[in-house]
C-alpha cells in the first residue's frame, strides 16, 4: 500500500517524460482487446468496492466503459480520438478526496495485475494518468 503510493507520487514526476521509437503503450497492451480486458476488470474491481461503488451509483456503465477505453486508447497513443466530456467537467461535483483517487488507482493495478500486464507497462500507464490527477481530486 505504502509503495503503491510512493510509486504513483514518483510517476506523478516523471509524467510529462515522452517515449521514442518502439511500439506505442498502445500496442504492448495488446491494443483495443487488451484495453478492453483491462477495463472490464477495472469496473468488476470498481463494482466489488464498498468504498469506491457510490460514486457509480447514478453512471451509465455500459458508456462509462465505452468512455474510458476510448479515453485510454487515446492516452497510450493508440488509433483513436477521445471524443467525451474533458477530465473537470466529467468529475465536477464528485468531490473525490486524494485517497479514494488513489484507492481507484489501486484498483487499476489490481486489474492489470490480474491481467498479467508486466510492471514496466504498468509503470507506463501510470505515469500517462498521473498527471491528470489535479484535474479529477477535490474539484
Ligand atoms: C486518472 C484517473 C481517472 C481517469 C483517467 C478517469 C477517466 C474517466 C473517463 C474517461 C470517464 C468516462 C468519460 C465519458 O463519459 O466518456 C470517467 C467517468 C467517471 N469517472 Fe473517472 N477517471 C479517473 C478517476 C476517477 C476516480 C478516482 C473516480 C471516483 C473515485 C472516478 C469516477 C468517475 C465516475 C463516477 C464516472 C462516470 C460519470 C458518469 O457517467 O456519470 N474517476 N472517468
Keep these: 500500500m505504502k509503495s503503491t503510493l510512493i510509486i504513483v507520487a514518483l510517476l506523478l514526476m516523471l509524467g510529462g517524460c515522452k517515449s521514442t521509437g518502439g511500439p506505442t503503450l498502445y500496442q504492448q497492451l495488446d491494443g483495443k482487446a487488451g484495453?478492453?480486458?483491462?477495463?472490464?476488470?477495472?469496473?468488476?474491481?470498481?463494482?466489488?468496492?464498498?468504498?469506491?461503488?457510490?460514486?457509480?451509483?447514478?453512471?451509465?456503465?455500459?458508456?462509462?466503459?465505452?468512455?474510458?477505453?476510448n479515453h485510454l486508447c487515446a492516452l497510450t497513443d493508440g488509433p483513436c480520438e477521445y471524443i467525451g466530456d474533458d477530465m473537470v467537467a466529467i468529475h465536477t461535483g464528485m468531490n473525490i478526496n486524494e485517497t479514494d483517487f488513489n484507492h481507484v488507482v489501486e484498483l487499476l493495478i489490481n486489474a492489470m495485475n490480474e491481467l498479467n500486464i508486466n510492471h514496466t507497462v504498468q509503470n507506463k500507464v501510470l505515469a500517462k494518468m498521473a498527471p491528470l490527477r489535479a484535474e479529477i481530486i477535490e474539484i
Design 35 to 69: 484495453i478492453e480486458r483491462l477495463i472490464d476488470s477495472f469496473i468488476n474491481q470498481i463494482a466489488r468496492d464498498e468504498k469506491i461503488i457510490h460514486y457509480f451509483e447514478d453512471a451509465n456503465i455500459t458508456h462509462f466503459r465505452d468512455g474510458f477505453i
